[in-house]
């Protein structure tokens, strides 16, 4: 092989590493976003869960508004 192959190749295989190294960092900082929403959620499914458990069940006389 040609020096100047060979320069090409490594100049190549440094482009590609430094994709890798991008393309890896990205996918940590998505992961990091998946788990802080997935706790998120978790924690609003159980606000929500916990006030329905925590309502006291309503007669159809007290949903007519008032002004009836």
């Known amino acids: 092989m040609s020096e100047s192959r060979i320069t090409?190749?490594?100049?190549?295989?440094?482009?590609?590493?430094?994709?890798?190294d991008t393309l890896n960092q990205t996918v940590i900082r998505q992961q990091r976003q998946i788990d802080s929403l997935q706790e998120q959620f978790r924690l609003?499914?159980?606000?929500?869960?916990?006030?329905?458990?925590?309502?006291?069940?309503?007669?159809p006389r007290?949903?007519?508004?008032?002004h009836y």
């Open 8 to 20: 090409e190749l490594e100049t190549k295989l440094a482009f590609a590493e430094d994709l890798l």
């Open 44 to 59: 609003l499914h159980q606000q929500v869960r916990d006030s329905q458990t925590d309502a006291e069940p309503s007669t």
């Open 62 to 66: 007290e949903e007519i508004p008032p």
